[in-house]
């Protein structure tokens, strides 16, 4: 099992941007799909982007697209995700989440998960 620590969540003006990051421990992260979901509340956590193994092939969620752009960086076991022209529908916690087999874009393929990085978006 992989230990994941998201990290880079605030607060932020609508149109600003964040960058997040997910550290691991534990156990490299070079063999593993890794993903970001949010979670809103009272909605079910939703999948936002995933890249690949070595970092060449990423999928979006249509609502990201063109916004966000997921990122990782082997040799310090990092997974980034930079948000630019946040608005009022990305707030929420979000999560990294490692996988091993399985679809990027399901939740419940993933097998290891962070605790969560809070982000909020002012108007």
């Known amino acids: 099992q992989v230990q994941l620590v998201e990290s880079g969540g605030g607060l932020v003006q609508v149109g600003g941007s964040l960058r997040l990051s997910c550290a691991a421990s534990g156990r490299s992260l070079s063999a593993y799909v890794m993903g970001w979901f949010r979670q809103a509340p009272g909605k079910e956590r939703a999948f936002v982007a995933a890249?690949?193994?070595?970092?060449?092939?990423?999928q979006y969620a249509d609502s990201v697209k063109g916004r966000f752009t997921i990122s990782r960086a082997h040799a310090i076991e990092t997974v980034y995700l930079q948000m630019n022209s946040l608005s009022p529908e990305d707030p929420a916690v979000y999560y990294c989440a490692a996988l091993a087999v399985g679809t990027w874009a399901r939740e419940y393929d993933y097998g290891s998960w962070g605790q969560g990085t809070q982000v909020t978006v002012s108007s």
């Open positions: 890249i690949g193994t070595s970092g060449g092939v990423s």
